[in-house]
């Protein structure tokens, strides 16, 4: 089974729409990630959770709201959803650690907003 | 903003001979690791360089590090159609657990 699960995969919604994209980790790690990717770009940070009680903001929140239900649990939501946040979105996970360790990614979910 | 950027965007090659990518940052760093991502999947972390490293071997792959000029390279040797996929450089910060991503090289090998 994989450490790093989204669902779901792939998601169509029409604009205005509100939006859950849900990661579960079985890493046991206290570190999660909500990243987006548009085409031929690189990744940016959307959200992070150092622990339960910790959520902090990204490079590019608005828009979006986290919930951290759990160790192994980050929610990722579009409170009303628009084309723009057309993207991949992927979460991660990582352990703690001297400086930044590798990031364990999940496989992603396709986000269409028409 | 990204930190990091990869040189070249894109890279065709035959297989069997190398790749060269390269990444340059801006602001110091703790490490710089390099990720690999088949199309449209999760990213896969291959390798991490410390600040204070400067060079790293992993069975094929070799990383540099100049933080001098602010720049890393990774190889791939004796490349092969699976190595196909878009490679990223992802820095480290110094406070911390913070990485940011480069725009990627596209790499095609052709068999």
């Known amino acids: 089974d994989a450490d790093v699960t989204q669902t779901p995969r792939n998601r169509i919604t029409k604009t205005g729409k509100r939006i859950m994209l849900e990661c579960s980790q079985t890493?046991?790690?206290?570190?999660m990630y909500w990243y987006r990717q548009d085409p031929g770009l690189g990744l940016r940070l959307i959200y992070y959770s150092f622990d339960v009680k910790d959520i902090n903001k990204g490079e590019i929140s608005d828009g979006y709201s986290v919930s951290r239900q759990a160790q192994a649990k980050f929610s990722l939501s579009l409170e009303s959803a628009i084309p723009n946040q057309t993207a991949l979105y992927f979460c991660?996970?990582?352990?703690?650690?001297?400086?930044?360790?590798?990031?364990?990614f999940g496989p992603g979910t396709r986000l269409t907003v028409t | 903003s990204q930190q990091g950027e990869e040189d070249p965007q894109a890279l065709s090659i035959q297989e069997g001979e190398n790749a060269t990518m390269n990444c340059s940052y801006k602001?110091?760093?703790?490490?710089l690791q390099w990720y690999r991502q088949n199309s449209g999947r999760g990213l896969v972390h291959l390798i991490l360089i410390r600040s204070n490293e400067r060079e790293k071997h992993s069975g094929r792959l070799r990383v540099t590090l100049d933080t001098s000029k602010k720049s890393s390279s990774l190889l791939i040797t004796a490349s092969r159609a699976a190595d196909t996929a878009s490679y990223f450089c992802a820095t480290g910060d110094n406070a911390g657990n913070m990485l940011t991503f480069g725009g990627g090289t596209r790499l095609m090998v052709k068999p």
């Open positions: 991660a996970t990582s352990g703690t650690g001297t400086g930044s360790v590798e990031q364990y």
């Open positions: 602001t110091s760093i703790n490490n």
């Open positions: 890493k046991g790690h206290d570190r």
